[in-house]
């Protein structure tokens, strides 16, 4: 009975402590370059958390544009996202219907495939 009494009362002391403080706690955490670095890597290291992250980052118009930009002007993750498009009909379909809607890049993509269509009667 002591035990449990025990038990009871350091957990309800426990809880007090986490929702008593969960905010400043936070606050603190985050305002320290090493606890951020800690949290991005716990977060990293999960593929689960990750996925769970980009998800958030995708959600909201701002860090979307901003995500984007970010895979963009990475050689490596702007190579792996145009492959993955290329390999796609679907995808492709969609890029190619989207690039041709303006005029200036329509002409372009036409001199473009006139000129695979030459290399290709070589």
Do not use: W, Y
């Amino acid at each position: 009975m002591k035990r449990i009494a025990v038990t009871m009362l350091g957990t309800a002391l426990a809880a007090g402590l986490l929702f008593g403080c969960g905010g400043d706690m936070v606050t603190q955490v985050l305002s320290k370059p090493e606890s951020q670095a800690q949290v991005m890597d716990m977060i990293g290291a999960s593929p689960e958390m990750a996925g769970q992250m980009v998800d958030r980052l995708l959600a909201d118009d701002g860090t979307r544009a901003m995500l984007l930009q970010k895979m963009m002007a990475s050689g490596p993750a702007a190579q792996e996202l145009m492959t993955n498009i290329a390999r796609d009909r679907s995808m492709l379909d969609g890029v190619m219907n989207l690039a041709t809607q303006d005029s200036t890049m329509r002409e372009h993509v036409m001199t473009l495939m006139k000129g695979m269509q030459m290399m290709r009667s070589r």
